[in-house]
């Protein structure tokens, strides 16, 4: 895949972002600890020890045993994005948005990949998604830079361009 570098984008995850640092509690299950639960904290482990292509089968079988976690997605989805696997990130952030389109996080994360990928016009569409929901928000700067880097891969290096004074 042909991955263009962008002079504003630089996504900076650590692995306890990706993976945090909190125990998951199964309600209402056999009193055993459920077997998609263990394979959960085993991807979280690999994880946070930024063993990320380790962690991917155990997200993977999480989600065939329980298929509508959507942390777990989420989780495979920015270790998918660590390890460059956008095409794979990019249907799992398709199936997040139809579960919560409006969630900044997703849809950042949707502009960064159509940056990444080349997609710009798409990429614009979500970073201008992201200032509409949450205008100077705590994503608000990432998703203006991005915004920039999308418009200028378009060709539109002058912002003012055709506009009337």
Known sequence: MNVRNY???TPVLTAA??????DIVVVGEESQEPQWKRMWDNGRAHTRNQQYEKAIPYYLEV????PNIEEVKWELCRVYMETKQFDDASLLLDSLLELNGNRI???????NISLLTQKENQAVLYFGQVLEKDPGGKFYIEALEGLIDALIGQGKK???AGRES
């Open 105 to 111: 996080e997703y849809l950042l994360s949707a502009g």
């Open 17 to 22: 972002e990706i993976a945090p640092e909190k």
């Open 63 to 66: 989600l065939k045993q329980k």
């Open 158 to 160: 002058d912002l003012n």
């Open 7 to 9: 002079f504003c984008f």
